[in-house]
T-cell receptor, first 114, second 114 residues
Framework: RKEVEQDPGPFNVPEGATVAFNCTYSNSASQSFFWYRQDCRKEPKLLMSVYSSGNEDGRFTAQLNRASQYISLLIRDSKLSDSATYLCVVRGPSLDTGRRALTFGSGTRLQVQP | EAGVVQSPRYKIIEKKQPVAFWCNPISGHNTLYWYLQNLGQGPELLIRYENEEAVDDSQLPKDRFSAERLKGVDSTLKIQPAELGDSAVYLC????????????FGPGTRLTVL
């Protein structure tokens, strides 16, 4: 089982739609949580951190449920420019190595269509 | 401010040949990471440096991969000899410190082994 699991998609949505991505992590000792965005053939870039109380940044809302080991990202009013792969990222001791590191999910691909 | 610089951006080699990748982190960033990203997957950590010390190389295949960061700034990652399965994107990232700061990624080197 992967440490961080995401639905690979693709999610094909029309402009203006609301779309939600989910992510589960297997290590209960994980400490910090993030969403990164990766455009096609580009490097990952931090989109937002995820806090236990939930947090919002414009059209983006991230939530964390530590009890269920579940993270979500909600995008409202989707834009064409939101088309990308969204990587769920967890920081904490790796189940494989025991060392603190970032562990990335495989990503969920979003395609916003006109 | 300049971001993480990597070169070359693309490299095509035949199997059994050696190859090297270079990374220049963001100025002042003490922590440097090398990641491998296969198609459709998230980045996977190969090695992490704190200044010039490799503090986590547990996922680096040491039979053929080596890395160095001699003066605690630039870093090189080498594969010798390359195998077909090494075809991937090699990403370098840096952060001010290891556990609390955002990692910034370079554009990556796309390696194709024929």
């Amino acid at each position: 089982r992967k440490e961080v699991e995401q639905d690979p998609g693709p999610f094909n949505v029309p402009e203006g739609a609301t779309v939600a991505f989910n992510c589960t992590y297997s290590n209960s000792a994980s400490q910090s949580f993030f969403w990164y965005r990766q455009d096609c053939r580009k490097e990952p870039k931090l989109l937002m951190s995820v806090y236990s109380s939930g947090n919002e940044d414009g059209r983006f809302t991230a939530q964390l449920n530590r009890a269920s080991q579940y993270i979500s990202l909600l995008i409202r009013d989707s834009k064409l420019s939101d088309s990308a792969t969204y990587l769920c990222v967890v920081r904490g001791p790796s189940l494989d190595t025991g060392r603190r590191a970032l562990t990335f999910g495989s990503g969920t691909r979003l395609q916003v269509q006109p | 401010e300049a971001g993480v610089v990597q070169s070359p951006r693309y490299k095509i080699i035949e199997k059994k040949q050696p190859v090297a990748f270079w990374c220049n982190p963001i100025s002042g960033h003490n922590t440097l990471y090398w990641y491998l990203q296969n198609l459709g997957q998230g980045p996977e950590l190969l090695i992490r440096y704190e200044n010039e010390e490799a503090v986590d190389d547990s996922q680096l295949p040491k039979d053929r991969f080596s890395a160095e960061r001699l003066k605690g700034v630039d870093s090189t990652l080498k594969i010798q000899p390359a195998e077909l399965g090494d075809s991937a994107v090699y990403l370098c990232a840096s952060s001010f410190s290891a556990f609390t700061d955002t990692q910034y990624f370079g554009p990556g080197t796309r390696l194709t082994v024929l």
